[in-house]
C-alpha cells in the first residue's frame, strides 16, 4: 500500500471515541470512526428479519440505513451496500444493531473480508474528497 494511502487510512480512523458506561447509549457517542454522509441502497438479512433501505452514512466500521423493516437492538445481520460506481455491492459478512431510532438504525461491521474493507475504504476516500471540494 503506497504511504500516502496509509497516511489517509491512519487519518480516517483517528477519532475521540466516547462512551457511557454500556458504551452504546446514544448514535453520537457510540461512533469510533468519522461518518460521511451517503445516499446508498442497501439490502439486509439474517434470522427472521430480511429487508432493505438506504444508507445514510458510512464509516470504515459501520453505517446508518433508514428502512421501513423493524429491527431490534442486538439483531445479527449478513449486509450489502449497493454503491452506483460498482459493478457488485459491498458485501458484509457480519452487522450488528447497536442502535434503533424510528426508522433509522446503525451497524457496526463485525465480520467483512479485507478486499471488501478495501473497497469501503476507497468509498470514504472519495466521498471525503467530494465533500470537501
Same mark, same amino acid.
Given at each position: 500500500?503506497?504511504?500516502?494511502?496509509?497516511?489517509?487510512?491512519?487519518?480516517?480512523? !483517528?477519532?475521540?471515541?466516547?462512551?457511557?458506561?454500556?458504551?452504546?447509549?446514544?448514535?453520537?457517542?457510540?461512533?469510533?470512526?468519522?461518518?460521511? @454522509?451517503?445516499?446508498?441502497?442497501?439490502?439486509?438479512?439474517?434470522?427472521?428479519? #430480511?429487508?432493505?433501505?438506504? @444508507?445514510?452514512?458510512?464509516?470504515?466500521?459501520?453505517?446508518?440505513?433508514?428502512?421501513?423493516?423493524?429491527?431490534?437492538?442486538?439483531? !445479527?445481520? #449478513?449486509?450489502?451496500?449497493?454503491?452506483?460506481?460498482?459493478?457488485?455491492?459491498?458485501?458484509?459478512?457480519?452487522?450488528?444493531?447497536?442502535?434503533?431510532?424510528? !426508522?433509522?438504525?446503525?451497524?457496526?461491521?463485525?465480520?467483512?473480508?479485507?478486499? #471488501?474493507?478495501?473497497?469501503?475504504?476507497?468509498?470514504?476516500? !472519495?466521498?471525503?474528497? #467530494?465533500?470537501?471540494?
Amino acid at each position: 500500500m503506497p504511504i500516502s494511502a496509509m497516511k489517509k487510512m491512519a487519518s480516517l480512523l !483517528k477519532s475521540e471515541k466516547k462512551s457511557d458506561e454500556t458504551g452504546f447509549s446514544s448514535p453520537d457517542e457510540r461512533r469510533n470512526q468519522p461518518r460521511f @454522509t451517503t445516499q446508498f441502497r442497501s439490502t439486509f438479512s439474517g434470522g427472521p428479519n #430480511e429487508g432493505n433501505g438506504r @444508507t445514510l452514512d458510512l464509516s470504515i466500521g459501520g453505517c446508518k440505513i433508514e428502512s421501513g423493516t423493524v429491527v431490534g437492538q442486538g439483531d !445479527k445481520f #449478513e449486509c450489502r451496500l449497493h454503491i452506483p460506481d460498482l459493478d457488485w455491492p459491498i458485501m458484509i459478512d457480519e452487522a450488528i444493531v447497536r442502535w434503533v431510532e424510528g !426508522k433509522t438504525f446503525g451497524l457496526a461491521f463485525t465480520r467483512i473480508r479485507s478486499g #471488501e474493507q478495501d473497497k469501503i475504504t476507497s468509498i470514504i476516500s !472519495k466521498i471525503e474528497q #467530494e465533500q470537501q471540494a
